[in-house]
């Protein structure tokens, strides 16, 4: 089984900056790709960012320029450094991780999520 944990998330006024992580553990073999979406009050949950374990990045229109993922393959952990937060980045942030785990069975995993506040 595989447990992802994020961290990272608060209240914060509109321009201010965020960091969020993601740390995954558990019985791994590999993981290949590691992102974020989100999830607005009302609205569906929508792609955020992804990153490949090679460094490959991409991003939603919304965020790009704003938002930079990465990752430290190393210790399973991916991150969002979230810049110039608007308002309507509120939302519940998860993490997702796509790789195979030590039996060599898919791994498809979601994180509990995180809060995120951004008033005008």
């Known amino acids: 089984q595989v447990q992802l944990v994020e961290s990272g998330g608060g209240l914060v006024q509109a321009e201010e900056s965020l960091r969020l992580s993601c740390v995954a553990s558990g019985n791994i073999f590999t993981i290949n790709d590691m992102g974020w979406y989100r999830q607005a009050p009302g609205k569906q949950r929508e792609f955020v960012a992804t990153i490949s374990s090679g460094g490959g990045k991409n991003y939603a229109d919304s965020v790009k320029g704003r938002f930079a993922i990465s990752r430290d393959n190393a210790k399973n952990t991916v991150y969002l450094q979230m810049n110039k937060l608007k308002p309507e980045d509120t939302g519940v942030y998860y993490c997702?991780?796509?790789?195979?785990?030590?039996?060599?069975?898919?791994?498809?995993?979601w994180g509990q999520g995180t809060q995120v506040t951004v008033s005008p």
């Open positions: 997702n991780a796509v790789g195979l785990s030590a039996d060599y069975s898919p791994l498809h995993a």
